[in-house]
């Protein structure tokens, strides 16, 4: 099973920038769709950002259309997700998901333990 590792995580004011890295050492991420999830207290999983391979064509969530932006390093063998004009409601745990077979990007709430998850990094949105 590949081993997902995130990292960037931190506090940030609201307005401010952060960018979040996925990567899994011995795995090829660039082979693989790979997408971002959310989490925030006390609510559930919502899907925030999927990109495909070989095209690394990226969809989003709606309200974070314009301020998110999801890119690979193919060198490097990592996904970021690059998180401008950050709002309170950001605030939550981010999780990196590579799929476990497809290339292009699966509907969200079709994710599941079959792909391979990182144990999520904590974004705070605060003043």
């Known amino acids: 099973q590949a081993q997902v590792v995130e990292s960037g995580g931190g506090l940030?004011?609201?307005?401010?920038?952060?960018?979040?890295?996925?990567?899994?050492?011995?795995?090829?991420?660039?082979?693989?769709?790979?997408?971002?999830?959310?989490?925030?207290?006390?609510?559930?999983r919502e899907g925030v950002s999927c990109i495909s391979s070989p095209d690394d064509k990226a969809t989003y969530l709606d309200s974070v259309k314009g301020r998110f932006t999801l890119f690979r390093d193919r060198a490097g063998n990592t996904v970021f997700l690059q998180m401008n004009s950050l709002e309170p409601e950001s605030t939550a745990v981010y999780y990196c998901a590579i799929e476990h077979l497809s290339r292009q990007c699966r509907p969200f709430g079709t994710w599941s333990e079959d792909d391979y998850w990182g144990r999520g990094t904590q974004v705070t949105v605060s003043t």
Not at 19 to 29: E, I, K, M, Q
């Open 12 to 44: 940030v004011q609201p307005g401010g920038s952060l960018t979040l890295s996925c990567t899994a050492p011995g795995h090829d991420v660039n082979w693989y769709a790979v997408s971002w999830f959310r989490q925030a207290p006390g609510k559930g």
